[in-house]
T-cell receptor, first 115, second 115 residues
């Protein structure tokens, strides 16, 4: 299995809702990532987990809360989002954090719309 | 510090003609370099990667890239464009060494194929 899966594919939520995005990989990778991508822009790194511990937080607002329950799963909990948080949220994984093992495999993304 | 510049934000070619997408990088150490492709509303797919082995790297779907250290370039080419190549392409650099866990993305090149 060489893919990263993400659910749901699409999500519409109000500003007072609580929702979660899920990401899963079964490649034995020990690093997992969350990115946010706005239209016509490259992905922006949000969080990095290495060996199930948070390694990098790119000063993301606290309304985004990551969780890594085990080495295969990565969640992103959403609460009190703003309309400007609407974007494509991408999950990725890599064998390890450091080069040359940090080739990242991306999931298809969750298209999030905040009303 | 690492950085990457994609010299063209938009490239248009006719079907069956060669494709050239240009990328220049800056790196303090020996870099790993990647090209990713993103079709509309999809995740990123790895086309090819350079990690200090052969300087001419062959990827999927007939794409290849040549690492030229003297020119700090990693241009992506394909001999004959196909309609299915229409997408956004990102050049990505990763320095080696501790503290360089993040990938640096270029701003992207949109490839349009003219029938």
């Amino acid at each position: 299995d060489t893919e990263v899966t993400q659910t749901p594919k699409h999500l519409v939520m109000g500003m007072t809702n609580k929702k979660s995005l899920k990401c899963e990989q079964h490649m034995g990778h020990r690093a997992m990532y969350w990115y946010k991508q706005k239209a016509k822009k490259p992905p922006e790194l949000m969080f990095v987990y290495s060996y199930e511990k948070l390694s990098i937080n790119e000063s993301v607002p606290s309304r985004f809360s990551p969780e890594c329950p085990n080495s295969s799963l990565l969640n992103l909990h959403l609460h009190a989002l703003q309309p400007e948080d609407s974007a494509l949220y991408l999950c990725a994984s890599s064998q390890d954090l450091l080069p040359p093992y940090n080739e990242q495999f991306f999931g298809p993304g969750t298209r999030l719309t905040v009303l | 510090a690492q950085s990457v510049t994609q010299l063209d934000s938009h490239v248009s070619v006719s079907e069956g003609t060669p494709v050239l997408l240009r990328c220049n990088y800056s790196s303090s150490y020996s870099p790993s370099l990647f090209w990713y492709v993103q079709h509309p509303n999809k995740g990123l797919q790895l086309l090819l990667k350079y990690t200090s082995a052969a300087t001419l790297v062959k990827g999927i779907n007939g794409f290849e890239a040549e690492f030229k250290k003297s020119e700090t370039s990693f241009h992506l080419t394909k001999p004959s464009a196909h309609m299915s190549d229409a997408a956004e392409y990102f050049c990505v650099v990763s320095d080696r060494g501790f503290g360089n866990e993040k990938l640096t993305f270029g701003t992207g090149t949109r490839l349009t194929i003219i029938p």
